[in-house]
């Protein structure tokens, strides 16, 4: 592409009245976490297909996250799920990450693999569950001031799969009771994020199933108690959009993880099948960002298992994508827009909204990219770089396993 591409859009912005500057400025500060899971080889729960360069340990998970930050330069930290990424010593492995140039981000506790949580983790109705459940958190939350990391990232996988199975209610009142306890163990500035997704494992109900029983629990647990919203973690049609301006105009959007679904909780890479919502949604982020009455602290993640893609390449993907789209929202004529707003036009409204997400900001991200010392194309130099094949060579290829999940 060329520097005329570019001449051209830094013109077609003037006329928006965007300062192309400010853009590229909001672009550099751009932060979107990998998760170490995503690293690993991974599938469904019918079978899982080994690859020879997948990484096989929390070390070599990070190698990985280091390539992606090399080529993107807006992914310094992994967030890590304990016990897939438990290691004898985290300082050491801190001081590993930091040797790579990056971060340990948010961790997240495992409450959905082990043979007692058959009824539930923080809601079972056996005490002595809860008990597991409560101390495995209270491990993440040592873990994570050990790392250096400020979030626990929370989802429970607990609900009912029969009606009648259990008591809803007594069960939300044994979920606040676990969150209260392990919530007053995390130093400030740590941060709850409390995930929710309105099915499965689970079939007949969740225990955290939306949006509103993760905030009521917030609600009741502290301010820095929010709500994680997972893309692919809501029924087909809900309007996400509006839940992520909800939760900005409450205080209570902690945390994002970026994927895609056509269906159910699908894993698909972000963006790669409903581009228009996503941009929607980064949409409202930006409005928020801009608006000096509201407080944002959102830990943005991708969360994504790559099921048969390469994984570097898939997360490099996924991590371009949330900056093209970034970059779209952040090219909104605000201006044109709210005066469309209050005037009722309509047409003009969505109009204005559709031309920034129609524009090809690929130019801007390119010029961004040799500013930050970036290869313009970082997909492109990835895969010239040699690294996967050399893992490759250097890890070969695991026993297929049969579980879905990396780490079991
Ligand atoms: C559950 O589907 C989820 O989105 C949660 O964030 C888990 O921690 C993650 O996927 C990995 O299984
Ligand atoms: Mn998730």
Same mark, same amino acid.
């Not at 809803?168 to 709850?192: H, I, K, S, V």
């Not at 943005?300 to 994508?321: C, F, G, R």
């Not at 209050?342 to 090809?360: H, I, K, M, Q, Y």
């Given at each position: 592409?060329?520097?005329?591409?570019? $001449? =051209?859009?830094?013109?077609?912005?003037?006329?928006? !009245?965007?300062?192309? +500057? /400010?853009?590229?400025?909001?672009?550099?500060?751009?932060? @979107?976490?990998?998760?170490?899971?995503?690293?690993?080889?991974?599938?469904?729960r019918?079978?899982?297909?080994?690859?020879? *360069?997948?990484? $096989?340990?929390?070390?070599?998970?990070?190698?990985?996250?280091?390539?992606?930050?090399?080529?993107?330069?807006?992914?310094?930290?992994?967030? =890590?799920?304990?016990?897939?990424?438990?290691?004898?010593?985290? !300082?050491?492995?801190? #001081?590993?990450?930091?040797?790579?140039?990056?971060?340990?981000g948010? %961790?997240?506790?495992?409450?959905?693999?082990?043979?007692?949580?058959?009824?539930?983790?923080l809601?079972?109705?056996?005490?002595?569950?809860?008990?597991?459940?409560?101390?495995?958190?209270?491990?993440?939350?040592?873990?994570?001031?050990?790392?250096?990391?400020?979030? %626990?990232?929370?989802?429970?996988a607990?609900?009912?799969?029969y009606p009648?199975?259990?008591?809803?209610?007594?069960r939300?009142?044994?979920?606040?009771?676990?969150?209260?306890?392990?919530y007053?163990?995390?130093?400030?500035?740590?941060?709850?994020?409390? &995930?929710?997704?309105?099915?499965?494992? #689970?079939?007949?109900?969740?225990?955290?199933?939306?949006?509103?029983?993760?905030?009521?629990?917030?609600?009741?647990?502290?301010?820095?108690a929010?709500?994680?919203?997972?893309?692919?973690?809501h029924?087909?049609?809900?309007? %996400?959009?509006?839940?992520?301006?909800?939760?900005?105009?409450?205080g209570?959007? *902690?945390?994002?993880?970026?994927?895609? /679904? /056509?269906?159910?909780?699908?894993?698909l890479?972000?963006?790669?099948?409903?581009?228009? +919502?996503?941009?929607l949604?980064?949409?409202?982020?930006?409005? *928020?960002e801009?608006?000096?009455?509201?407080?944002?602290?959102?830990?943005?993640?991708?969360?994504?298992?790559?099921? @048969?893609?390469?994984? %570097?390449?898939?997360?490099?993907?996924?991590?371009?994508?949330?900056? &093209?789209?970034?970059?779209?929202?952040? @090219?909104?004529?605000?201006?044109?827009?709210? #005066?469309?707003?209050?005037?009722?036009?309509?047409?003009?409204? &969505? +109009?204005?909204?559709?031309?920034?997400?129609?524009?090809d900001v690929?130019?801007?991200?390119?010029?961004?990219?040799?500013?930050?010392?970036?290869?313009?194309?970082?997909?492109?130099?990835?895969?010239?770089?040699?690294?996967?094949?050399?893992?490759?060579? &250097?890890? *070969? $290829?695991?026993s297929?396993?049969?579980?879905?999940?990396?780490? #079991?």
């Amino acid at each position: 592409m060329s520097a005329e591409a570019y $001449r =051209l859009l830094v013109e077609t912005l003037a006329s928006r !009245g965007i300062d192309v +500057e /400010k853009v590229k400025a909001a672009l550099k500060k751009q932060r @979107i976490e990998t998760p170490s899971w995503g690293y690993g080889d991974s599938g469904t729960r019918f079978k899982v297909f080994g690859q020879a *360069g997948s990484a $096989r340990n929390t070390y070599q998970k990070l190698d990985d996250a280091a390539q992606v930050q090399r080529y993107t330069g807006i992914a310094p930290s992994v967030a =890590l799920h304990i016990p897939w990424d438990r290691v004898p010593d985290y !300082g050491e492995l801190l #001081a590993y990450a930091q040797s790579l140039g990056l971060e340990l981000g948010a %961790i997240n506790p495992n409450l959905f693999q082990d043979d007692t949580y058959k009824l539930g983790s923080l809601c079972n109705p056996d005490g002595e569950v809860r008990r597991q459940a409560v101390e495995h958190i209270l491990e993440c939350v040592e873990i994570a001031e050990m790392v250096g990391s400020q979030v %626990i990232s929370l989802w429970l996988a607990d609900g009912t799969n029969y009606p009648g199975q259990d008591d809803m209610r007594a069960r939300r009142r044994r979920l606040l009771d676990g969150l209260q306890e392990t919530y007053a163990a995390m130093p400030a500035p740590m941060r709850y994020l409390i &995930e929710y997704k309105f099915f499965e494992p #689970a079939f007949y109900h969740t225990d955290l199933g939306d949006w509103g029983m993760a905030l009521t629990m917030c609600q009741k647990l502290g301010d820095r108690a929010q709500v994680l919203v997972d893309l692919g973690h809501h029924p087909l049609g809900t309007n %996400i959009e509006q839940i992520v301006a909800l939760l900005i105009d409450e205080g209570r959007l *902690g945390g994002f993880h970026f994927n895609n /679904k /056509k269906y159910a909780d699908d894993d698909l890479t972000v963006g790669s099948v409903n581009p228009y +919502e996503l941009f929607l949604i980064f949409n409202e982020l930006v409005a *928020g960002e801009l608006d000096p009455s509201v407080d944002m602290n959102v830990a943005y993640m991708i969360d994504q298992s790559h099921n @048969i893609k390469p994984k %570097i390449e898939a997360t490099i993907q996924s991590v371009l994508v949330c900056q &093209e789209t970034y970059a779209k929202a952040l @090219i909104v004529d605000r201006a044109t827009l709210s #005066a469309a707003r209050l005037n009722g036009d309509v047409v003009l409204a &969505e +109009e204005t909204l559709s031309d920034a997400f129609r524009t090809d900001v690929r130019p801007l991200l390119q010029v961004l990219r040799e500013e930050m010392g970036l290869a313009p194309d970082p997909l492109t130099a990835f895969r010239k770089s040699g690294y996967w094949e050399r893992v490759s060579a &250097e890890r *070969g $290829r695991v026993s297929d396993s049969q579980s879905g999940y990396p780490g #079991a």
